[in-house]
């Protein structure tokens, strides 16, 4: 029996090799898919399945960091920055409609059409989605693709990490060139993200001395907000099916809107790194799933269809973008964000952006072009699109 600390050195050095494997080949082979990797070595080898749990990290945990982390997200959003993209959420829709008019038509003919049924859910996103697809198939009594909606959402990541690395690496590399040519507007490179801001925006705690704001007033105030987001979900559940992450992203950006949250509360309760920490162990628990056979099983299903998925996504985010005036780049990364979703999209593209440069000033005009756009369309995707097809398609089994 392997003892929890042991356990917990284990998968935070897995996650340490793949940060250092990203910090040498400046982000070209993103940490996100060396870990992967490793995990799955590690769970075909001498892993306990549940290595994670005993590590430290059991779902309730996970799922509480989730709420803070989403909630925190919120902050970095305004109303305003909601409004001004847009061009994202349509961008994001139109890569999911990709996905659907092309496993559905060409993937049926080739793999079937119970098949691409239950391949389409999980490929647009969330664990959720393929929770939904994988009860639904065992069900209606299809065992081998009740496996396959488990292992299409494990392994999709594998080739959406290099391929949103890459393609954002080229639009860092565009912004950059415009910035420092002064071509790149400095209004619009008005920090989103605020990293050197002293400031505390709590306009409703005006009077309220520095030295009580604690970090656990903090986590409080984060706390509360995710509560009210959970609360609101649970009220609205006989009316509307609304994921409480989604309502947690939306509470976030009203609570720092009215002053009551102020923007990244988790990094400045100094709680965002364990934060990060437990949600990534908790993404690679996912792959104690996939098993040699049951991968050698369903192989060219699984391949076909995240190939002809990113095929139909590549297309109509491509068209869209040409349309709305987004590069092709950036189009294509946020539709990219459907194969892993939140927190994968704020890791991947901080990680290209640290490779790209090491002036703070242009770190912040990168990160305020390229984090919204992906933080919005990881959340359109995977949180909010993802359960509402898995709901529909179910029914088709």
């Given at each position: 029996?392997?003892?929890?600390?042991?356990?917990?050195?284990?998968?935070?050095?897995?996650?340490?090799?793949?940060?250092?494997?990203?910090?040498?080949?400046?982000?070209?082979?993103?940490?996100?898919?060396?870990?992967?990797?490793?995990?799955?070595?590690?769970?075909?080898?001498?892993?306990?399945?549940?290595?994670?749990?005993?590590?430290?990290?059991?779902?309730?945990?996970?799922?509480?960091?989730?709420?803070?982390?989403?909630?925190?997200?919120?902050?970095?959003?305004?109303?305003?920055?909601?409004?001004?993209?847009?061009?994202?959420?349509?961008?994001?829709?139109?890569?999911?409609?990709?996905?659907?008019?092309?496993?559905?038509?060409?993937?049926?003919?080739?793999?079937?059409?119970?098949?691409?049924?239950?391949?389409?859910?999980?490929?647009?996103?969330?664990?959720?989605?393929?929770?939904?697809?994988?009860?639904?198939?065992?069900?209606?009594?299809?065992?081998?693709?009740?496996?396959?909606?488990?292992?299409?959402?494990?392994?999709?990541?594998?080739?959406?990490?290099?391929?949103?690395?890459?393609?954002?690496?080229?639009?860092?590399?565009?912004?950059?060139?415009?910035?420092?040519?002064?071509?790149?507007?400095?209004?619009?490179?008005a920090a989103t993200v605020e990293t050197?801001?002293?400031?505390?925006?709590?306009?409703?705690?005006?009077?309220?001395?520095?030295?009580?704001?604690?970090?656990?007033?903090?986590?409080?105030?984060?706390?509360?907000?995710?509560?009210?987001?959970?609360?609101?979900?649970?009220?609205?559940?006989?009316?509307?099916?609304?994921?409480?992450?989604?309502?947690?992203?939306?509470?976030?950006?009203?609570?720092?809107?009215?002053?009551?949250?102020?923007?990244?509360?988790?990094?400045?309760?100094?709680?965002?790194?364990?934060?990060?920490?437990?949600?990534?162990?908790?993404?690679?628990?996912?792959?104690?799933?996939?098993?040699?056979?049951?991968?050698?099983?369903?192989?060219?299903?699984?391949?076909?269809?995240?190939?002809?998925?990113?095929?139909?996504?590549?297309?109509?985010?491509?068209?869209?973008?040409?349309?709305?005036?987004?590069?092709?780049?950036?189009?294509?990364?946020?539709?990219?964000?459907?194969?892993?979703?939140?927190?994968?999209?704020?890791?991947?593209?901080n990680e290209v952006i640290n490779s790209?440069?090491?002036?703070?000033?242009?770190?912040?005009?990168?990160?305020?072009?390229?984090?919204?756009?992906?933080?919005?369309?990881?959340?359109?995707?995977?949180?909010?699109?993802?359960?509402?097809?898995?709901?529909?398609?179910?029914?088709?089994?």
């Open positions: 029996m392997m003892s929890q600390m042991l356990a917990l050195v284990i998968v935070v050095f897995i996650l340490f090799v793949g940060d250092l494997v990203a910090v040498r080949t400046k982000a070209w082979i993103p940490s996100m898919f060396v870990s992967a990797v490793l995990f799955l070595i590690g769970y075909w080898t001498f892993f306990p399945k549940e290595i994670v749990a005993l590590a430290g990290v059991p779902s309730a945990v996970a799922v509480m960091m989730m709420y803070l982390l989403i909630t925190n997200m919120g902050t970095l959003l305004s109303i305003q920055e909601l409004k001004n993209q847009w061009k994202t959420i349509v961008i994001a829709l139109s890569g999911i409609l990709g996905i659907v008019a092309v496993l559905l038509s060409v993937g049926t003919l080739i793999f079937g059409f119970q098949t691409m049924v239950v391949a389409v859910p999980p490929l647009v996103g969330g664990v959720v989605s393929a929770l939904i697809m994988s009860e639904g198939a065992k069900e209606a009594g299809l065992a081998t693709l009740s496996v396959f909606a488990i292992v299409i959402y494990v392994m999709q990541g594998f080739a959406g990490y290099p391929l949103t690395s890459l393609v954002l690496k080229k639009e860092g590399k565009r912004l950059l060139k415009q910035y420092r040519e002064g071509s790149l507007a400095a209004n619009e490179v050197a801001a002293p400031t505390v925006e709590l306009k409703l705690f005006k009077k309220l001395p520095e030295k009580y704001n604690t970090e656990f007033f903090k986590f409080f105030r984060l706390s509360l907000v995710a509560y009210l987001a959970h609360l609101t979900s649970t009220l609205l559940a006989p009316v509307v099916s609304v994921s409480p992450f989604v309502l947690a992203l939306l509470f976030g950006v009203i609570g720092t809107s009215v002053g009551f949250l102020e923007k990244q509360a988790l990094q400045k309760a100094n709680g965002f790194g364990i934060a990060i920490l437990v949600l990534m162990l908790f993404i690679f628990d996912g792959l104690k799933q996939a098993t040699p056979g049951m991968l050698l099983d369903i192989i060219v299903p699984l391949l076909g269809a995240i190939v002809l998925g990113i095929a139909g996504m590549y297309v109509f985010s491509f068209i869209v973008g040409k349309i709305l005036k987004v590069s092709k780049e950036m189009a294509f990364a946020v539709s990219l964000t459907a194969l892993y979703g939140f927190p994968a999209d704020y890791i991947i593209t790209l440069t090491e002036d703070e000033k242009e770190r912040e005009a990168l990160t305020s072009h390229m984090l919204p756009p992906m933080l919005v369309g990881g959340f359109v995707t995977v949180t909010i699109v993802s359960v509402v097809l898995a709901g529909i398609f179910v029914g088709f089994l």
